[in-house]
């Protein structure tokens, strides 16, 4: 009993923080991301108007119940309630909800698709999707991409790397398992080779969808060591829920080097 008493009183200590309320109360799953506080603050936000709206409402409902019950009122009032509380509250709710739009959810949303690291401040890696796997690419050592071209691409080069550029010797191309070191800015060029895919990284927050012929950048900050699933957003054929077998793998700085060395110049397998 008692133990089920310190969990409650826990429970509610919990529910009034962002945090607390965010994991503990709405379940949402875990942030392994700095750029995804602001989505999970988003979040909190909304959910804390709709509880209070949901208590107003109801108690509101409640005051109607005893105010206007029929021995209260035997009589029908044909003026009806001159109040302007409603009007108030109704005039408060939607300046509430056009702060978080206006001055929440739009900033956030801007900030996402306009405000990319510097690739050379960042881990930069390309990436094609394809039914029913994911594509990564690094550049090697040098730090450099060899050249591409989109009449390359066949089955055995996704990316349509030319094998005459010597920059692109040491590229490193790897399948499902993406490596990113902890703490720094990760900059995506993301594409597909056949149909409309979505990369999703739930505990990065990002989603962004991956069209053919288009390469589109998306960024995260991963701050927490360990091994994330990646997910497909659209539906992308038969073998879908084969594109959650993907991964990304937060390592430290060290650790990503030490596996950056160890695949650069390797041969690359598709299995």
């Known amino acids: 009993m008692k133990e089920w008493f310190t969990y409650i009183v826990q429970f509610l200590a919990d529910a009034f923080t962002r945090e607390g309320f965010a994991h503990r109360v709405l379940g949402l799953p875990e942030l392994a991301s700095s750029t995804g506080q602001g989505v999970d603050d988003l979040l909190v936000y909304v959910h804390w108007l709709m509880l209070a709206l949901f208590v107003g409402w109801v108690a509101y409902f409640g005051y109607v119940l005893f105010r206007f019950n029929a021995k209260r009122n ?8 001159t109040s302007k509380v409603p009007s108030g509250v109704e005039l408060a709710i939607v300046a509430i909800e056009a702060v978080l739009l206006l001055g929440v959810a739009i900033p956030l949303w801007g900030k996402n698709v306009n405000q990319f690291p510097k690739p050379e401040n ?3 890696i390309q990436i094609m999707a394809q039914q029913f796997a994911w594509n990564a690419r690094y550049p090697g050592l040098d730090g450099k991409f060899g050249r591409q071209d ?3 691409i066949a089955t055995d080069n996704v990316f349509g790397v030319d094998p005459a550029d010597p920059a692109g010797k040491d590229d490193i191309q790897i399948l499902n398992e993406i490596h990113v070191p902890v703490n720094k800015p990760v900059l995506i060029y993301l594409s597909s080779k056949d149909v409309i895919h979505s990369l999703k990284l739930v505990a990065m927050r990002i989603t962004q969808d991956a069209i053919p012929g288009l390469r589109i950048p998306c960024t995260f900050t991963p701050n927490k060591i360990g091994r994330y699933q990646i997910e497909c957003a659209q539906l992308c054929g038969g073998g879908h829920s084969a594109m959650s077998g993907g991964f990304v793998v937060v390592q430290s700085q060290e650790d990503f080097d030490a596996w950056l060395k160890s695949k650069s110049g390797a ?3 598709f299995e």
């Open 74 to 81: 035997q009589a029908a009032s044909y003026e009806g309630s």
């Open 122 to 124: 960042a881990t930069v």
């Open 150 to 152: 989109m009449k390359l």
């Open 267 to 269: 041969t690359t397998s």
